[in-house]
């Protein structure tokens, strides 16, 4: 069974520019998760998404960050503009339901100079 | 405000003892915890669990103790391998795993050979 894929692997950016990441869960998996991971701490909650509604987006600074799963499949998360701060390995997971066991994905290594 | 606590970055142990990780929280309301293992450029994968309603959870060579009046849960290994070395990181959820997952700060084990 494919694991969840994830791309970019690495993104280096200046900051004031876009980018978006691209996420496709486990096949059959309807809940979808987006973290931040900064250098030194743990991964926190941007999103969630069950089939392609809104669960939980309570963490992500709404500002700058925007997130979509159109077809209740894959996912893209966007940043812009990008802030020196958002430098960070952003992780999809995916999860069969909610409260299921979450898989994760490699991450996206971001790097904004 | 970390909810989620694991104040050692980093940990060795011989090969063969036993390794012993330790996590704290402070949040009242999570009644379900779970450790992640994580290798250099790939996502944390689930290692093993423990539910309020239990003080102990055992697979293998991985058992995870749960002190609740204490706040406090740790993941024991033993024997410990090579192959255990890695970043583990505690999370914690509430309402039985259907809350978000707060993740601890993480702490690298190295198993000396």
């Known amino acids: 069974e494919a694991g969840v894929a994830q791309s970019p692997r690495y993104k280096i950016i200046e900051k004031r520019q876009s980018v978006a990441f691209w996420c496709n869960p486990i096949s059959g998996h309807a809940t979808l998760y987006w973290y931040q991971q900064i250098l030194g701490q743990g991964p926190k909650l941007l999103i969630q998404?069950?089939?392609?509604?809104?669960?939980?987006d309570s963490q992500l600074p709404k500002d700058r960050f925007s997130a979509e799963r159109l077809k209740g499949v894959d996912s893209t998360l966007k940043i812009q503009p990008a802030k020196l701060e958002d430098s960070a390995v952003y992780l999809c997971a995916s999860s069969l339901d909610r409260g299921g066991e979450q898989f994760f994905g490699p991450g996206t290594r971001l790097t904004v100079l | 405000d970390q909810q989620v606590k694991q104040n050692s970055p980093s940990l060795s142990v011989q090969e063969g003892r036993i390794s012993i990780l330790n996590c704290d929280y402070t949040?009242?309301?999570?009644?379900?915890f779970l450790w992640y293992k994580k290798y250099p450029a790939e996502g944390p994968t689930f290692l093993i669990s423990?539910?309020?309603?239990?003080d102990k959870n055992e697979d293998g060579r991985f058992t995870v103790f749960l002190n609740k009046s204490a706040k406090h849960l740790s993941l024991h290994i033993v024997p410990s391998q090579p192959g255990d070395s890695a970043v583990y990181f505690c999370?914690?959820?509430?309402?039985?795993?259907?809350?978000?997952?707060?993740f601890g700060t993480g702490t690298r084990l190295t198993i000396i050979p």
């Open positions: 999370a914690a959820s509430g309402n039985f795993g259907n809350e978000k997952l707060t």
């Open positions: 949040n009242s309301m999570f009644d379900y």
């Open positions: 423990i539910s309020s309603i239990k």
């Open positions: 998404f069950q089939n392609n509604g809104v669960v939980d």
